[in-house]
């Protein structure tokens, strides 16, 4: 790998438990690596307040707190106090939250109304929302029911539009599914960000539709500690500086230079997340 590039991973669990014993070794590889960007995302109560505590202790990292659709029944009566805390300064985005009907861990329902309090945190303070899609095997059922939630909701609207400007509103996290659906999203103004999915057999269908996504619309990301891809020195535990492997397939698929989408997506994050704290400190780079 080569250290000297600017390393973006806008999806990277450092709360989960499975990192409770190495976590410091962990960052280190990531800043050996190259990272200069790192979005701690949560799906839970707890793990909202994991993301908040590493991101305090390491300031050139960013969180967002939510709860994931897998939590939409079970954690509903929590939501409310939770999101109340989202405009602390650490806290760049609203998620991860969405649509997943491939494990069908609560009922849509649910799974909507989780979707649509998140949506309204995510207008109000202007902070983007990450969005976790997944539907069964070929299906794309979960595709359907975010994007109707989406052109149902306010951030597809006036007020919306007004929240966010020339920003995304949102981000279709570790992106999965057929190119329409993909194509939908961006014209709703969000923002790709694909992980070591991309690896799978069954999500052949992104080495055909990475290429159309424009440059500034791309992010990078891992979704570790799950989603380790071929080449991962752990196949058991994916994290955050294996992001070098999904840059490099992409960048072979979209025939750029691995730098260029490199410095492209590093300024796409800023874009996308942008502070209201200084990133000089505590950062390998401030660049
Ligand atoms: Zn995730």
Request: charged fraction near 30%; proline fraction near 7%.
């Given at each position: 790998m080569n250290p000297r590039l600017p390393l973006t991973d806008a999806?990277?669990?450092?709360?989960?438990?499975?990192?409770?014993?190495?976590?410091?070794?962990?960052?280190?590889?990531l800043i050996a690596a190259g990272a200069t960007r790192l979005l701690v995302p949560s799906w839970s109560t707890e793990s909202s307040r994991g993301a908040l505590e590493?991101?305090?202790?390491?300031?050139?990292?960013?969180?967002?707190?939510?709860?994931?659709?897998?939590?939409?029944?079970?954690?509903?009566?929590?939501?409310?106090?939770l999101l109340e805390g989202a405009d602390a300064p650490e806290i760049v985005a609203i998620g991860?939250?969405?649509?997943?009907?491939?494990?069908?861990?609560?009922?849509?329902?649910d799974q909507v109304a989780n979707l649509e309090a998140h949506i309204e945190v995510a207008v109000q303070l202007g902070k983007p929302l990450i969005l976790h899609c997944r539907s069964a095997g070929d299906a794309d059922d979960a595709q359907r029911q975010l994007i109707k939630t989406l052109n149902e909701s306010p951030i597809t609207s006036a007020r919306g539009r007004a929240a966010f400007q020339d920003r995304p509103p949102f981000i279709l996290?570790?992106?999965?599914?057929?190119?329409?659906?993909?194509?939908?999203g961006l014209a709703l103004g969000g923002v790709v960000s694909l992980s070591g999915l991309v690896f799978r057999p069954e999500e052949r269908a992104t080495a055909d539709w990475v290429r159309s996504i424009p440059l500034d619309r791309l992010l990078t990301e891992t979704d570790a500690p799950w989603l380790a891809m071929p080449g991962a020195?752990?196949?058991n535990r994916n994290e955050p500086a294996n992001v070098?492997?999904?840059?490099?397939w992409i960048a072979e698929r979209?025939?750029?230079?691995?730098?260029?989408?490199?410095?492209?997506?590093?300024?796409?994050?800023?874009?996308?997340?942008?502070?209201?704290?200084?990133?000089t400190d505590g950062s390998p780079r401030s660049a």
């Open positions: 999806h990277g669990h450092l709360q989960a438990e499975r990192f409770d014993a190495d976590r410091e070794e962990v960052i280190a590889r590493i991101v305090r202790a390491n300031p050139w990292m960013d969180a967002a707190i939510g709860i994931h659709p897998h939590h939409a029944t079970d954690e509903a009566h929590e939501r409310a106090a991860e939250t969405g649509i997943d009907t491939k494990r069908n861990f609560a009922p849509i329902a996290h570790s992106a999965s599914g057929s190119a329409e659906y993909i194509s939908e020195p752990d196949p070098a492997l999904t840059l490099a979209r025939d750029e230079s691995i730098e260029f989408l490199a410095e492209a997506i590093s300024t796409n994050y800023d874009r996308v997340f942008p502070r209201s704290r200084p990133r």
